[in-house]
């Protein structure tokens, strides 16, 4: 028996952690799984090579670089809560997927490292949240070694991100001394840590009275008061609206690796994350969790498994039940698509989905037919916003080696665009025999030389374009920068949705070009149409 879809989607909770490269985004999803009760069997946390875990790491070029590629999902429950947590790759390489990633999540966890404070891909992943309405939960990690000070890591984030923090633990000790947690809605007492006998990893806690943590940890305790005391001041409290509006972030320290603050942070996720809500739909309206069951197609992967050569396509339930082997229609064709072999993917590790609530993700095999923004739907027609992609960096020129394989070629650069392994670009110079590929990371491009010659047999050359900043803009911003002797920019029509891109050679020539034209709209998201 399947529960009612409203119900089911009261009690799940679909998030990502944003973070900088070593930020500790595997430890804490380590330190999660610990604390929750993974609902699928092993492989589900996701790792490095020679870590535990498995790693989805679906191509010999991802195994020798010990990174992941692929998305996963992995499922848990805390508190009768069931947690969806969506895997964004945290790679300094990382692609377009990421930022489509936080297109299926309804909450984010943006971990902080103690001592680095706000990185470069923190920053960007921050806007994408930001530019969606995801609401943010900070967690600032590492808070057993030395680190910055407590208040100004909240003062960056307000400084920087214009988003009040409102810390709901606060460390009794500084970075490389924590002595213990106060939790700022009690502050009788404190969690205290104390390294694990026997040289474990997981320290051990225990409750002791302000009285208690007054006398026995001294200066540290009477700096957490003040410091409690100035935040009461300045008001940085929780507020359930103003964090979904966007304009708060609850703020957790701890250290993953030692599984400290990782509870209470799991129990912010169940008590303050919002539940899958109705959402928006193109042209107006939105779609209730309880309507017929509706879906968001948020990934596309091919070949993951390369003895079977299918092609999964992620789809994170919105409205409805899914139930394995009811046939969807896919909304921008209003073709129908039997789900027969539904999967939760895991890495590499499939397992059968029979039922999907609002919040869940499936993924879909043999998904030939389907594209990253489509919806599915089974009755009552419903088509949810396209997704916006974000600004790529990187540009290359792509062409055959071999003249003789264009048609090969064309076939296999029109089905990665589809895919949206890198955006295809048009230029009226170049013509459509030389496309300009676009990417925001630059392993984007060795993801299109290795499936162009392996998939597609048209192995591919590569000249990268001395760009490395793009904007949207209009006809009228195109024509403009094309004229414009200061920029020296080309207009480039993308091809699959007549969007205009403006690439220039550094963001020091979009300020030049913005003072020139102070009138036009560049945009750092495009919109997809
Ligand atoms: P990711 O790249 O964000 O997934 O980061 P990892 O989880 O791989 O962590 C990067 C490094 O930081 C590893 O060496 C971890 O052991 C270490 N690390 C993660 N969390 C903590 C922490 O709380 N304290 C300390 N001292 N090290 C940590």
């Given at each position: 028996?399947?529960?009612?879809a409203?119900?089911e989607?009261?009690?799940r909770r679909?998030?990502?952690v944003i973070s900088?490269?070593d930020?500790?985004k595997?430890t804490?999803t380590?330190?999660?799984?610990l604390?929750?009760q993974a609902?699928t069997?092993?492989g589900?946390v996701?790792?490095?090579?020679g870590r535990?875990?498995?790693?989805?790491?679906?191509?010999?070029?991802?195994k020798?670089?010990?990174i992941?590629v692929?998305?996963?999902?992995?499922?848990?429950?805390h508190?009768g809560?069931v947690?969806?947590?969506?895997?964004?790759p945290?790679h300094?390489?990382f692609?377009?997927?990421?930022?489509?990633?936080?297109?299926?999540?309804?909450?984010?966890?943006?971990l902080?490292?103690?001592a680095k404070g706000l990185e470069?891909?923190?920053?960007k992943?921050f806007?994408v949240c930001?530019?969606r309405?995801?609401?943010v939960?900070?967690?600032?990690n590492?808070?057993?070694?030395?680190?910055?000070?407590a208040?100004?890591?909240?003062d960056e984030?307000?400084?920087?991100?214009r988003?009040?923090?409102?810390p709901?633990?606060?460390?009794v000790g500084?970075?490389?001394?924590l002595?213990?947690?106060?939790?700022?809605r009690?502050q009788?007492?404190?969690l205290?840590y104390t390294?694990?006998p026997?040289?474990?990893?997981?320290?051990?806690?225990?409750?002791?009275?302000?009285e208690?943590?007054?006398?026995?940890?001294?200066a540290?305790?009477?700096?957490?008061t003040?410091?409690l005391d100035?935040?009461?001041?300045?008001g940085?409290?929780?507020?359930p609206?103003?964090?979904?509006a966007?304009k708060?972030?609850?703020?957790?320290f701890?250290?993953?690796?030692?599984?400290?603050g990782?509870?209470?942070?799991?129990?912010?996720?169940?008590?303050m994350?919002?539940a899958?809500?109705?959402?928006?739909?193109?042209?107006?309206?939105e779609r209730?969790?309880d309507?017929?069951?509706?879906?968001l197609?948020?990934?596309v992967?091919a070949?993951?498994?390369r003895?079977?050569?299918?092609?999964?396509?992620?789809?994170?339930?919105c409205?409805g039940v899914f139930?394995?082997?009811?046939?969807?229609?896919?909304?921008?064709?209003?073709r129908?698509?039997a789900?027969k072999?539904a999967?939760?993917?895991?890495?590499?590790?499939?397992t059968?989905?029979e039922?999907?609530?609002?919040?869940?993700?499936v993924?879909?095999?043999?998904a030939?037919a389907?594209?990253?923004?489509?919806?599915l739907y089974t009755e009552?027609?419903?088509?949810?916003?396209p997704?916006p992609?974000f600004?790529p960096?990187?540009?290359a020129v792509?062409?055959?080696?071999?003249?003789?394989r264009s048609k090969?070629?064309?076939?296999?650069?029109a089905?990665?665009?589809?895919?949206?392994v890198?955006?295809?670009?048009v230029s009226?110079?170049?013509?459509d025999?030389?496309?300009?590929?676009?990417a925001?990371?630059?392993m984007?491009?060795d993801?299109?030389k290795?499936?162009?010659e392996?998939?597609?047999?048209?192995?591919?050359?590569?000249?990268?374009l001395?760009?490395?900043t793009?904007?949207?803009?209009?006809?009228e911003?195109?024509?403009?920068?094309?004229?414009?002797?200061?920029?020296?920019?080309?207009?480039?029509?993308?091809?699959r949705?007549?969007?205009?891109l403006?690439?220039?050679?550094?963001?020091?020539h979009v300020?030049s070009?913005?003072?020139?034209f102070?009138d036009?709209?560049?945009?750092?998201?495009?919109?997809?149409h």
């Amino acid at each position: 028996m399947s529960g009612d879809a409203k119900s089911e989607a009261a009690r799940r909770r679909t998030f990502a952690v944003i973070s900088h490269p070593d930020a500790g985004k595997s430890t804490l999803t380590e330190a999660l799984a610990l604390h929750a009760q993974a609902i699928t069997s092993a492989g589900a946390v996701h790792g490095k090579s020679g870590r535990r875990g498995v790693a989805s790491d679906w191509m010999e070029m991802e195994k020798a670089r010990g990174i992941s590629v692929t998305s996963a999902v992995m499922q848990f429950e805390h508190q009768g809560v069931v947690l969806n947590l969506l895997d964004t790759p945290g790679h300094a390489d990382f692609s377009e997927d990421t930022y489509r990633v936080l297109a299926a999540v309804d909450c984010a966890v943006m971990l902080i490292d103690a001592a680095k404070g706000l990185e470069e891909q923190t920053r960007k992943l921050f806007d994408v949240c930001r530019h969606r309405g995801v609401p943010v939960i900070t967690f600032i990690n590492k808070w057993d070694r030395p680190g910055r000070e407590a208040l100004e890591l909240l003062d960056e984030i307000e400084r920087e991100f214009r988003l009040k923090p409102t810390p709901v633990t606060w460390p009794v000790g500084m970075a490389g001394h924590l002595r213990g947690m106060v939790d700022v809605r009690d502050q009788d007492q404190m969690l205290r840590y104390t390294r694990a006998p026997g040289g474990a990893k997981e320290a051990v806690e225990e409750t002791v009275s302000a009285e208690r943590a007054a006398a026995e940890e001294g200066a540290d305790w009477v700096q957490a008061t003040e410091e409690l005391d100035l935040l009461r001041e300045t008001g940085g409290v929780h507020d359930p609206e103003e964090f979904l509006a966007g304009k708060t972030t609850p703020v957790f320290f701890g250290a993953a690796v030692s599984n400290i603050g990782v509870r209470l942070l799991l129990d912010a996720v169940v008590d303050m994350a919002p539940a899958p809500a109705p959402r928006e739909l193109e042209g107006g309206g939105e779609r209730p969790v309880d309507a017929p069951f509706s879906g968001l197609v948020f990934k596309v992967q091919a070949n993951m498994d390369r003895s079977h050569r299918d092609r999964i396509a992620f789809v994170r339930v919105c409205s409805g039940v899914f139930e394995r082997g009811m046939t969807v229609k896919q909304a921008a064709t209003g073709r129908p698509f039997a789900t027969k072999y539904a999967h939760s993917v895991f890495g590499q590790d499939r397992t059968s989905v029979e039922t999907a609530y609002p919040g869940d993700v499936v993924g879909l095999v043999n998904a030939a037919a389907l594209r990253v923004g489509d919806t599915l739907y089974t009755e009552r027609r419903a088509v949810f916003p396209p997704m916006p992609t974000f600004a790529p960096e990187h540009f290359a020129v792509v062409r055959p080696v071999d003249i003789g394989r264009s048609k090969q070629f064309r076939r296999g650069i029109a089905q990665l665009d589809e895919e949206g392994v890198v955006q295809v670009l048009v230029s009226d110079r170049r013509g459509d025999q030389a496309p300009v590929l676009a990417a925001v990371g630059p392993m984007q491009f060795d993801v299109v030389k290795h499936r162009m010659e392996n998939e597609f047999t048209a192995p591919v050359r590569l000249d990268p374009l001395a760009y490395s900043t793009a904007r949207a803009t209009d006809l009228e911003g195109a024509d403009a920068l094309n004229r414009s002797r200061l920029v020296h920019g080309e207009a480039m029509l993308r091809v699959r949705d007549s969007a205009w891109l403006g690439l220039f050679p550094s963001r020091w020539h979009v300020s030049s070009f913005e003072r020139e034209f102070p009138d036009l709209p560049l945009e750092t998201l495009i919109a997809a149409h």
